[in-house]
């Protein structure tokens, strides 16, 4: 049975840092894409960071410099630092696992989390 476990969510005031982590069973994440998104109450889901399995990293724009996206194969986590967070950060945040094909990730999810809750105040 595959299961992405989040954890490290919590509530933060403006320009604080949360550090979350991905937890993967029945999975090996490193020969995913793997995602983090983000999805705020009334507003789509937003993908935040991408590791893909060369390791290779992008970040939406709105988070570049603040966030970082990172793996550990020996462990099988996936993890998001995320720095100087402001209030419009805040959401429900989940690790997610798109397959890797020969023309690249491919855009739907596999595997995906139950999420972690950041919430940032002013």
């Known amino acids: 049975q595959v299961q992405l476990v989040e954890s490290g969510g919590g509530s933060v005031q403006s320009g604080g840092s949360l550090r979350l982590s991905c937890a993967g069973s029945g999975i090996t994440v490193s020969i995913y894409c793997m995602d983090w998104f983000r999805q705020a109450p009334g507003k789509e889901r937003e993908v935040v960071a991408t590791i893909k399995r060369d390791g290779i990293t992008s970040y939406v724009d709105s988070v570049k410099g603040r966030f970082t996206i990172s793996r550990d194969n020996a462990k099988n986590t996936l993890d998001l630092q995320m720095n100087s967070l402001k209030p419009e950060d805040t959401a429900m945040y989940y690790c997610?696992?798109?397959?890797?094909?020969?023309?690249?990730?491919?855009?739907?999810?596999?595997?995906w989390g139950q999420g972690t809750q950041v919430t940032v105040s002013s």
């Open positions: 997610a696992a798109r397959i890797y094909s020969l023309w690249g990730c491919v855009n739907e999810y596999k595997y």
